[in-house]
């Protein structure tokens, strides 16, 4: 069976301060890897996908990076409005499987103060 | 496009209630998707279907609980009995699959059921 453990469960990190989070998966084989930005009261917001080991993406302060058994996403210089939290969540090699088909972590929650 | 739409945003009902949610994907999307949210178990798939035909409902926790999805516009959860521990938050998601393109799944803002 499909597992994500993301770490840590909480963060607080000053604003400028730099981080990284974790997400270590258990997949029989990797189709995605997806992050996604969750803010209080409202539904998970698409951040990337990641389909194979040793590829990036970057958004803004936020970049993601992929290998075969974890992915981190970095926020360089965090500003407030970057509190929330990310999830990351994996689709397996189930072929048949619907692409949305997906197993998410527990998330990372992120507060970042002036 | 005003993205995935749920309604109601929040349900209060009394247990041995029947529940009824409801979504309205993406148009366009042909794929869609029920998921819950707790604290304990974090997001969990319940069910989704592919051009309107439920694919994969082993998520349902039990009988209790019910999809459909009528048209391409619009699908319904529906919980009866409703028990205390089926208080949640349950988000709907739409995605476009295709052969040689998939998007990502898009989330609606969730309804927060209540059950006392």
């Known amino acids: 069976e499909d597992q994500v453990t993301q770490s840590p469960e909480a963060l607080r990190l000053q604003e400028g301060e730099s981080s990284s989070l974790n997400c270590s998966y258990t997949?029989?084989?990797?189709?995605?890897l997806f992050w996604y930005r969750q803010d209080p009261g409202k539904g998970p917001e698409f951040l990337f996908t990641?389909?194979?080991a040793g590829e990036e993406k970057e958004k803004e302060r936020l970049k993601a990076t992929l290998t075969k058994k974890e992915s981190f996403l970095h926020i360089t210089a965090p500003k407030p409005e970057d509190s929330a939290t990310y999830l990351c969540?994996?689709?397996?090699?189930?072929?048949?499987?619907?692409?949305?088909?997906?197993?998410f972590g527990a998330g990372t929650q992120v507060v970042v103060t002036p | 496009d005003a993205g995935v739409i749920q309604s109601p945003r929040h349900e209060v009902t009394e247990m041995g209630q029947e529940v009824t949610l409801r979504c309205k994907p993406i148009?366009?999307?042909?794929?869609l998707f029920w998921y819950r949210q707790t604290m304990m178990r974090g997001l969990e798939l319940l069910i989704y279907?592919?051009?309107?035909?439920?694919?994969?409902d082993s998520g349902m926790p039990e009988d209790r609980f019910s999809a459909k999805m009528p048209n391409a516009s619009f699908s319904t959860l529906k919980i009866q009995p409703s028990e205390p521990r089926d208080s949640a938050v349950y988000f709907c998601?739409?995605?476009?699959?295709?052969?040689?393109?998939?998007?990502?799944?898009?989330f609606g803002q969730g309804t927060r059921l209540t059950v006392v």
């Open positions: 998601a739409s995605s476009l699959e295709r052969t040689t393109l998939n998007t990502e799944a898009f």
């Open positions: 997949v029989s084989g990797l189709r995605g």
């Open positions: 990641l389909y194979s």
């Open positions: 969540a994996v689709q397996g090699t189930t072929l048949t499987d619907s692409w949305g088909k997906l197993q």
């Open positions: 148009s366009g999307h042909n794929s």
């Open positions: 279907f592919n051009n309107n035909v439920p694919i994969d």
